[in-house]
């Protein structure tokens, strides 16, 4: 493999900071993972359960910045980050909490509220509740990634509800405040494999193009699995992180555009309201872990027909902006899919961001929009079935347009282009809309499979349209 092209400023001790402790990275193999790492090297305390970031044990707080642009501890799951990716990072785990025999508050609530019985999961509850006691985020949701199966939660609750705010003079308050948050270009080698983190989008494609076999990493929270749990090895890993093309947010009048590399826990603290059906599915994408590192161009690169954004970026018109060898391009959601697990992306293109359009149709006074997911599971499950609606409507409550979307039906995210077309012109009304879900419940072929079967996704794909119908109606959202 020749060198890839890399920018001037390249890092060439690459390091990190564990609790408190900085750690060149050298000798190691690019696929380790930070979890492989911390176990290898003694610090037992972080667990590993799933490998593959359901079960939250082996949670760490890795320092980065919070949709504030400012610097946040951020809880995720160590297991699926490799850990050369980590290079400039500063990352606190169970194991640097206390001070001698003096606890941190989130340890001392846990043991003073019987937070903890068996302990293999408590390491990494106290390091999800570590992150949202410094981001006074302290609520249930701050451990929605983390499973229990014998203390049970609600002496987990009452030690959330007991803490207060960490003190002026707490270390890690300081640490926090003073961290650096820029991410220097990395060329990292080992045993044949190479790990680059370019800056500029063109030294991505220019990756891209000279090395086709090579596979872009961003947050890692798919790509990780197969790292972690399946043991896939690579060539050369391309990643995202510092990229500052792909983190731009803007907003105009006409559309709103988001970065491909925008993680989601961002786009939940910075987008909040503007497209209610985007507000809803976050709410259930998988877990705070997740989130935070999880990013909107990976969810769609990875082409699953069950992923849980495609279905509401179908159903607001958004649009695919591809930059590749030969400049950019604007490819609509719609036809971004051609068949199972593909993309409509030629050779050395990347998604640089996605464009949501604003403002109604023509003829249209008001929208409803909302997003479903049905899993086994409420936030930290994949789906059998999640799907997305927009209804435009005229002042006459009929409809004007229609965007009906699905995953889980069919071997692509789809939009049920004929229920749509018998939708327009016709009053928004139960007459209407149960003749509409009936046909939605022949539209699709859905497979039968260990999540549900065929005959159930089919029921869902007709009788979430139903509720959907009851839970706006008479509901205005703003478009």
């Not at 400023?9 to 900071?17: I, Q, R, Y």
């Not at 900085?22 to 972080?46: D, F, K, M, S, Y």
């Not at 419940?441 to 349209?465: C, K, Q, V």
Request: proline share 6%; with cysteine; aromatic share 6%.
């Amino acid at each position: 493999m020749s060198k890839p092209v890399m920018s001037k400023a390249v890092m060439s001790e690459p390091a990190l900071t564990i609790d408190g402790k900085r750690e060149a990275i050298q000798g190691v193999p690019i696929h380790r993972t930070l979890l492989q790492h911390l176990r290898l090297t003694g610090r037992v305390g972080t667990k590993e359960g799933c490998a593959e970031g359901d079960c939250g044990a082996c949670t760490v707080a890795m320092i980065a910045a919070g949709s504030d642009s400012r610097p946040r501890y951020q809880a995720v799951n160590s297991c699926l980050i490799p850990l050369v990716a980590l290079a400039d990072r500063q990352v606190v785990t169970a194991s640097g909490l206390s001070r001698g025999d003096d606890l941190h508050p989130v340890q001392a609530a846990m043991v003073r509220l019987g937070g903890s019985q068996c302990g293999y999961c408590t390491p990494g509850f106290v390091m999800s509740l570590f992150a949202a006691y410094y981001n006074r985020e302290l609520d249930d949701h701050a451990v929605e990634g983390n499973l229990c199966r014998c203390t049970g939660y609600l002496p987990i609750r009452r030690a959330i509800a007991s803490l207060g705010e960490p003190a002026a003079d707490d270390p890690f308050r300081q640490v926090l405040e003073q961290a650096p948050l820029g991410r220097s270009a990395l060329h990292y080698r080992w045993n044949g494999s190479v790990f680059s983190r370019p800056t500029s989008l063109a030294e991505v494609i220019a990756l891209l193009t000279e090395h086709p076999d090579a596979r872009l990493i961003a947050g890692g929270t798919d790509l990780g699995v197969e790292i972690s749990k399946f043991h896939r090895r690579f060539p050369l890993l391309v990643s995202l992180e510092a990229v500052p093309e792909l983190g731009v947010v803007e907003d105009t009048p006409d559309y709103l555009e988001i970065g491909a590399g925008v993680p989601l826990s961002h786009i939940e603290g910075r987008l909040a309201g503007t497209f209610p059906a985007l507000d809803e599915m976050l709410r259930w994408f998988a877990a705070r872990q997740i989130r935070n590192r999880a990013t909107l161009g990976g969810n769609l690169g990875t082409a699953s027909p069950i992923g849980d954004l495609p279905p509401v970026l179908l159903s607001l018109d958004a649009r695919v902006m591809a930059t590749g060898p030969t400049g950019e391009r604007s490819l609509p959601m719609a036809t971004f899919f051609p068949d199972y697990r593909q993309t409509a992306l030629t050779a050395g293109e990347i998604i640089r961001a996605i464009r949501i359009p604003k403002g109604l149709p023509k003829g249209a006074t008001n929208r409803l929009a909302q997003a479903y997911k049905v899993g086994k599971r409420g936030t930290d499950d994949i789906s059998i079935v999640a799907a997305a609606f927009t209804i435009d409507l005229d002042v006459e409550a009929r409809v004007v347009q229609a965007r009906l979307s699905y995953g889980g039906v069919a071997p692509t995210p789809v939009r049920a282009s004929d229920v749509e077309e018998l939708l327009v012109g016709r009053p928004w009304n139960s007459v209407t809309v149960r003749e509409a879900a009936a046909a939605l419940r022949e539209a699709f072929t859905p497979i039968s499979d260990h999540r549900g079967s065929a005959a159930y996704r089919r029921a869902l794909a007709g009788n979430l349209f139903i509720k959907f119908h009851h839970q706006m109606s008479g509901k205005r959202v703003a478009s």
